[in-house]
């Protein structure tokens, strides 16, 4: 008989269920269906316009189904609540550079939700902050106005962001666009550590085949018209010793 813990490792974190879109009448998916299980590591690779972007915002609750149902965590999305499981980077080209935040609070910005939006920063947040911001070996500059960073310094900081909350689940829209070659294999050896030792799963949208191919195989598990999902299971518990985001997850 399977451990409990062993049986856990296969729920589903991600369900979507006949999902489609459309934008101004131009459908964008159609009847999409796919499951992501818990330590799963997804990557989706796709022409301009296939509609991986718009299947991340919907995943995140940022756009509404056209038509379909999407559940996380074992819950429709219309009725989840517990958004700060999860983490999400967008694609750079969303950010408005005329922002007037610092980077520390950006990074900050990743632990508010409607239960904490008023609440007063705790020794316990700013430490969790300290972490994401040494992680991503941006806490030098976490002074500065987001605006004034280079486009990896940006993207350090959205990552931190959205590992703040130690989440569950992590979703990426091509995190690594705007980041030089050395960082962005910095960034994929850091996240597939985290997938083999952390209790993680990983849903990102890349343009780099060669990357999602060398470590998530070369034959996509499913394809939805112009998308392809490649896919690696760990249900094996690796757990990593170090509890610490800082000492178990920094890079170079």
């Known amino acids: 008989m399977k451990s409990l813990a062993a049986q856990d490792c296969h729920q589903n974190i991600i369900e979507i269920d006949n999902v489609s879109f459309s934008y101004r009448n131009q459908k964008v998916l ?16 796709g022409s301009n316009g296939a509609g991986k972007s718009t299947l991340m915002k919907m995943i995140v609750g940022l756009l ?9 965590f074992g819950q429709p999305i219309e009725k989840f609540k517990d958004w700060e499981r999860i983490g999400y980077v967008p694609q750079k080209n969303n950010f408005n550079p005329l922002f ?8 900050l910005s990743g632990m508010y939700n409607n239960k904490a939006l008023f609440r007063r920063v705790s020794r316990n947040m700013k430490q969790q902050c300290d972490d994401a911001l040494e992680v991503m070996r941006i806490q030098d500059i976490a002074g500065k106005r987001i605006g004034e960073l280079s486009g990896g310094q940006q993207q350090r900081a959205f990552l931190a962001r959205a590992l703040i909350n ?40 890349s ?15 499913q394809k939805n ?18 509890r610490n985001l800082e000492h178990s997850l920094s890079f170079s």
């Open 64 to 72: 509404p189904t056209e038509k379909g149902n999407i559940n996380l």
């Open 207 to 221: 343009h780099d085949l060669d990357m999602i191919e060398g470590y998530l195989g070369t034959t996509p598990k």
């Open 100 to 107: 007037p935040a610092t980077v520390r609070e950006v990074v």
């Open 166 to 205: 130690h989440p569950d689940l992590l979703v990426l829209d091509e995190p690594t666009v705007g980041i030089d070659a050395e960082t962005q294999a910095s960034f994929f050896e850091l996240i597939t550590h985290m997938h083999a030792h952390h209790h993680m799963t990983f849903l990102m949208v």
């Open 30 to 45: 159609s009847d999409v269906n796919f499951a992501v299980k818990e330590r799963d590591f997804v990557g989706i690779i």
């Open 225 to 242: 018209g112009n998308i392809q999902f490649f896919v690696r299971h760990s249900h094996d518990l690796q757990n990593c010793d170090e």
